[in-house]
C-alpha cells in the first residue's frame, strides 16, 4: 500500500496541499464523495481522468453543473483564481485603451461574453446580464431616425438627428438647399462652347472635338488679370484657408499661381488641368470672401464654373492626383460658403475614395518618400478627415473614414510655451479633436447603434475637458481672461480661436438636444425635475454660450461673420431650445434664455436684407412673442398657426413632396448653352409661406471674359437684398458702402488690423506682372503629333413634441 507521505514529484503550476490526509482514510475526498473506488496512489487515477489532480487527496469540488473545477476547500486556488482575474481586468483594460487610439469600435476580444470570463463561479449564476442591462435601460430610448423626404418623382433626401435646424426648415419647404445664388443663375458661355459642356459635365469627361491644351487656353482666357488674381489668392489665405487648408500657400504661389502668372522658362512644365482647377477655385472662394465689395454671384460662380470644366479636362476617375484631390476639397468648401449642399455631400465622398485611391491614410513613410511629399501628403489626409467629420456633424449622417484604416502620422507636433503648457496650431488642434473626441461622439451618440445614458454623460464629459492651448482660447469665455491688452490677433486667428470653442459647444448641444425635449414631456412645468436635469442645462449652456460666442465674433469681424452663415444656423439651432426655456416661466433659466433669446433675434436682424435670415426672423420673432405671453398672461395671445417648428427637431420623420400642378421646366439637355423659351412656372406669393418665398430667378445673358478695368467688378446690378412679405417679394438695394471692410473694422474693433500681417501679404509673389499662356505654346506641337441603451424611436418623438407646442 502506498503511504501518503510518500515522495512524489508535483509540477510548479499545483497548489500544494494545505493539510495532511487522514490516516485512517483509504481514499481520496474527491472519490469518497462521489463514492468512487479510489486506486489510493496519489493523486488517484479517478482524480488524474477528471482533471482534478491537484486537489488528490484531500481536495473536493463542490456539488453542481458547470462548476467541475472550483474548490470548495482549498483557499490556496480560490487565491490563485483571484490573482488571475485581476490580472484578466488588468489586460483588458489596457487593450481597451490601446485599441482607442485607433478605432471608435469595441475589439472583438472584449465582448460582454468575454468580459464575463473572469467572474467568479456561483452557485446561482445570473446567464443574462446585458439582457438585463438592456431592459433597464430601454426606459431611456429616445428617437432618433432623422428625416426623410421622398418625392413622388423619387427625389430623397436624408437629414440625420443631429442636422442643425436650419436643414430640417429646408427640407420641410422641400428644398435642401439647391435653390441657391449660384444655382439660380444661368450662365451663356462667350468661348468654346465645350466649355459649359465639361462644367455641366463633371465630373465626368465627355468627349470633346478640340484638344485638351486649347480648352486649357481657353479656360486661361477668361481667368481674372493679375492685380484681381492676386487680391482673390490673398483672401482666400485670409479669410477661407485659416478653417481650411489643403494646400499651403507656398506650394499654391509655387506650382499654381506663378506658372499661370509669372514669368514662364522653356524647360518648365505647364500646368495640369487639376493644377489649373485648384487655381479657379482658390479665386472662385476669394472672389466670395472679397471683404470690400457685395458679392458678386456673377464673378465667383464664373470661376467656379471653370474649375469644374478644368476637372473634368482630365477625368479625376481615370487620372487620380494630389492636385485633383486638393481642387475637390476647396470646391467643398466653396460650395459650403455658397449653400450648395447636396452635391456638396456628395462630392465630398467622392474626396474621400480618390484619397484611399492614393493610399492617402497609410503614412508615407514607409515608403519612403521624401520629406515634402510626405508631409504633404499627411496635411491633406487630416483636411479631409476634418472636413468629412464636421460636414457628418451638420448633416446628421455618418462619416465616410474608419479611424482603424489610418496610420498616417499627425503632420504637426506639439510645443510647450515659456510657461510650460503644451501648445499647438489650430490645424494640429482640429486634427486631434476630430479623430480623438468627435469620432466617438459620432459612432456611439449619433450611431444607429443605441447607448446608455450614462454613456452619453461620459462623452459629454470628454467632449468639454479636451484641451484647447491657451494661443486657440477666447477672451471672455471659458473664464479665459483678456491677457494682453495690447495683443492685436490676426483675422485668422480671431476665427480659429472661435471656431476651436464653436466646434465643441455645438457638440455637446447636439448631444443633449434629444434629451433635453425629452425632459420638456416628462416635466412640462419645470424640466429640471426629470431625470435628464443634466441633459436639460447642458444644452441651455450651450445654446447659451454659443449665441454669445457668435454675438461676439460678429461684432469684431461682421461681414466674414456673416459670409461664414454656417455659423447662423446652428445660431438658429440653439434658439429653439432657448425659446422652450424662456416659455416655461416657473423655470429659473427662463429669464436668461429670453435675453439670450433676444439676442440671438436681434442678430439676425443685423444681417436682415439676407434672405435666410428673412426666413429665420418670422420664427424667433414668435418664438420671442410666446416667451412673453407666457411671462404676462394678460397680454394679448398670440395668433396659433401653423409653422415649421414641427420640422425643426429631427425626429423620425417621412416627407412626402408634392409636385405642383403646373409642368415641369423645359429640360436643357439638348443644348448646353440653349435657353427655356419662357422661364419654369413659379408659384404664386399666395402659394408660399411668407418664411419660404425666394427672390426671383436671376438670369445672365453672357459670361464676359476678364478683360474688363477693375472698377467693373462688384457692379452687378442684382445684388439687391429681399425683403419678404405676405404681399410679396420686394427688392430692395444694400448700401454699398456698409460694405467696406477697413471701415466697419475701424468702427467695431477700435483698431486697425496687424500692420506686420498686412506688411507680410502685401508683397507680390510674383516678380513679372506679364500673364503667359503656356498652353498655347505648345498646341501646334500637339497637334502635329496629335470622399442605459437609448434606442432612437423615443427621444426625436419627444424633441418633436416639444417643437410641434409652438403650432
Partial sequence: MASSSSPREEPSTLVMRTGRR????????????????????????????????????????????GNRFVLANTEALHDKIGQLAQRVRELEDALQEAHSRYSSERHRLLSDELLQIKRPLEREVDVSPVERTTKVDQADAVDAMGHLSISPKGRTTFFGTAANAWLLLQNEAGSDGEDTEEQRTVFEFSKPAELPWLSFAFPFAPPISKTTDSLRGAIYDLLPPQEVAQRFCKNYFRHAAWM??????????????RPMYGAATSSEEPMTSHDLAVLCMVLALGSLLDLDKPIDVNEHSQLYQLGRAALSL?????QQSIAAIQALLIMCHYMFLSHIEGPRWAIMGLVVKLAHSLGLHRDGGQWNLDDVEGQKRRCLLWEIYVYDSWQSLTFGRPPSFALCHIDTKMPFEKTRNEKGDVEMTFAAWKHRFASECQSHVQDQAFGARPISYKRIQELDKSVRDFYIPPSLQVPGFMGV????????????????????FAIKEITIFYMHRGFFARALEECPEDPMGSKYAASVLAAYTSACSFVGLIQSLYQQHPILTERMWFLFTHVFSCTIVLGSIAAKTRMALAPSALSHLETATNLFSQVEHNPRAQKVLPILRKLTARAYNAAHPNSPLVKQENDVFAGLSGKTRLISRRTPSSPSSPSHTSSPTS??????????????????????????????????????????????????????????????????????????????????????MSGDPTSNNTRINPYWQQTEHVAQSS?????HEDLNSSWQNLISQWK
Fill in 675 to 760: 435657353q427655356p423659351a419662357s422661364p419654369p412656372p413659379q408659384p404664386t406669393v399666395s402659394e408660399l409661406s411668407p418664411i419660404f418665398q425666394q427672390p426671383p430667378l436671376i438670369t445672365h445673358s453672357s459670361w464676359p471674359p476678364y478683360n474688363a478695368p477693375l472698377q467693373n467688378f462688384g457692379t452687378f446690378s442684382p445684388n439687391t437684398s429681399y425683403s419678404l412679405s405676405t404681399q410679396g417679394v420686394h427688392p430692395q438695394p444694400q448700401q454699398q458702402g456698409a460694405y467696406t471692410y477697413a471701415a466697419q473694422q475701424e468702427e467695431m474693433m477700435h483698431f486697425q488690423p496687424n500692420p506686420a500681417y498686412y506688411a507680410s
Fill in 787 to 791: 470622399e442605459l441603451f437609448t434606442p
Fill in 481 to 500: 481672461t483678456g491677457g494682453d491688452a495690447l495683443e492685436r490677433p490676426t483675422v485668422e486667428l480671431t476665427m480659429q480661436r472661435y471656431i476651436a
Fill in 244 to 257: 481650411y487648408e489643403p494646400i499651403t500657400e507656398g506650394d499654391f504661389y509655387e506650382h499654381m499661381y
Fill in 314 to 318: 482630365d477625368s479625376v476617375f481615370e
Fill in 22 to 65: 487522514n490516516r485512517g482514510a483509504l481514499s481520496c475526498a474527491e472519490c469518497r464523495r462521489l463514492k468512487l473506488k479510489c486506486s489510493r496512489v496519489f493523486p488517484c487515477s479517478n482524480c488524474v481522468k477528471k482533471g482534478c489532480s491537484a486537489i488528490c487527496p484531500d481536495g473536493s469540488l463542490t456539488t453542481g453543473k
